[in-house]
């Protein structure tokens, strides 16, 4: 039972346009969104965030939004760089114990 | 400020031969998980612990896996014996409080059974 989704397993972007990555999930009781980005032999680091009550985050290069209707989550980055080239991981927080869980990441290569 | 360090970083093993991971959280941190990733799919948690108490164990395969955090501290994962599915990444993680989202990870242990 996937409860978090990201069903483009890669996605390559040229320099200085938009990434856009996509995650969706089932359960409406999530109350937290992150991205964690993760470089090959690291393991990943906190990106963005978003509550479930709001609809945007912003934070640089970087902004969620959430559609909570559509239970669909993206992040955008722009302007992209080479240095953002990584796997991109959504997770969703729910349940007693507030644990995440994650969707299986999409593979960001930005193009110079 | 040290990160989440994790050993070994590598680690090869046959089947039913057993394995211990060991990990050392940011200090100060009250909350510890343990995650295994699979190639191809993203981080699962096994344990969770609060200090040295279990919170969460619920998709830890029970038979085969077992965790203890000493102390509040230090943790280990061990597996034993080993089976050619649990080759995997054994990522370790912790906060500063139980559930929170700000989750820093150690490195991982690349774990490969033959």
């Known amino acids: 039972d996937q409860q978090v989704k990201q069903n483009s397993p890669s996605l390559s972007v040229q320099e200085g346009r938009i990434s856009i990555l996509n995650c969706d999930y089932t359960n409406s009781m999530f109350d937290y969104f992150l991205w964690y980005k993760k470089y090959p032999a690291e393991g990943p680091t906190f990106l963005i965030s978003i509550s479930s009550i709001k609809d945007k985050n912003e934070d640089g290069r970087f902004t969620v939004f959430l559609n909570k209707s559509a239970k669909h989550l993206s992040l955008h980055i722009v302007p992209s760089q080479p240095g953002d080239s990584a796997v991109y991981f959504c997770a969703a927080r729910g349940g007693a114990t507030n644990k995440l869980i994650f969707g299986t990441g999409t593979l960001l290569a930005v193009q110079p | ?114």
């Open chain 2, 1 to 114: 400020e040290a990160g989440v360090a994790q050993s070994p970083r590598y680690k090869i093993i046959e089947k039913r031969q057993s394995v211990a991971f060991w990990c050392n959280p940011i200090s100060g941190h009250a909350t510890l998980y343990w995650y295994q990733q699979i190639l191809g799919q993203g981080p699962k948690l096994l344990i969770q612990f609060q200090n040295n108490g279990v919170v969460d164990d619920s998709q830890l395969p029970k038979d085969r896996f077992s965790a203890e955090r000493l102390k509040g501290v230090d943790s280990t994962l061990k597996i034993q014996p080993a089976k050619l599915e649990d080759s995997a990444v054994y990522l370790c993680a912790s906060s500063a409080s139980t559930g929170g989202y700000e989750q820093y990870f150690g490195p991982g242990t690349r774990l490969t059974v033959t």
